[in-house]
């Protein structure tokens, strides 16, 4: 019997019309659909009409869900792996069973479409030339700030996420390790209260101090 196929799909950061029509059809026509969080995607697939069984993969069960993702595609079974939002590997657990599937011969086939790092940093108007994705930084304050330390120096522009429980904190340190960079907040991407901040770190600070942060961002930092 011949192995399945995975398809790595990508679904909407928050506007349910930023979907292929290719990542549809994908939804539709797989076995099986392996969500981060199952009552998220169960909401735009009724938005598509669409009723392919749906299982758990999220972080805490990686390990143990990438072996039956992978004795399903083993089986023949078409596996499609969504995240909550965006193109899943990207900050979230999807790199495992990506990974367990290349290693075990098992056709990975990627179908592109929202990102929230690439849509904020467009949106950002900053140097898009040259860049660096660190993801999500460490909650612990001292490794915080030797990331952001080692950032620094870069001569690229560095895209960070960030929640809103951590966003005043982690912009206090870009305050303070890099004050004279340009920094642009991003928040609630392609949501209904998406908003745009642009200026200094202090700026950022001092706005979202005085504004309750809500939602999840992406930090865009320049030094140039």
């Known amino acids: 019997m011949n192995n399945g196929t995975l398809y790595i799909v990508a679904t909407p950061i928050g506007n349910l019309k ?18 981060e969080d199952t ?32 004795d ?34 098992i056709q990975v086939e990627a179908i592109p479409g929202a990102c929230a790092l690439i849509t904020g940093l467009v949106l950002s108007g900053l140097p898009a030339d040259s860049f660096i994705f660190q993801g999500f930084l460490s909650p612990k304050p001292l490794k915080r700030k030797k ?11 560095v895209i ?35 908003e745009v901040l642009r200026g200094s770190p202090k700026e950022a600070l001092d706005y979202f101090s005085a504004h309750k942060p809500k939602g999840e961002f992406v930090l865009i930092i320049s030094s140039k």
């Open 147 to 157: 990331q952001l330390e080692e950032l620094a120096g870069q001569e690229r522009t």
């Open 72 to 105: 399903q595609l083993k089986s023949g079974k078409s596996v499609a792996l969504v995240s909550d939002a965006g193109t899943p590997g990207i900050s979230d657990p999807g790199f495992v069973v990506i990974n367990r599937a290349i290693s075990e011969g």
């Open 18 to 35: 930023d979907i292929t029509l290719r990542a549809l059809d994908t939804l539709k026509s797989v076995d099986l659909i392996a969500a």
């Open 160 to 194: 960070l996420y960030e929640s809103s429980h951590r966003v005043l904190k982690t912009l206090k340190d870009i305050s303070d390790i890099s004050p004279e960079s340009r920094l642009v907040c991003v928040r609630e991407v392609t949501k209904m209260f998406e």
């Open 39 to 70: 009552r998220h995607t169960r909401k735009l697939l009724a938005h598509y009409g669409i009723h392919t069984p749906l299982t758990s993969y999220f972080e805490h069960n990686q390990v143990k869900k990438a072996d039956y993702l992978i």
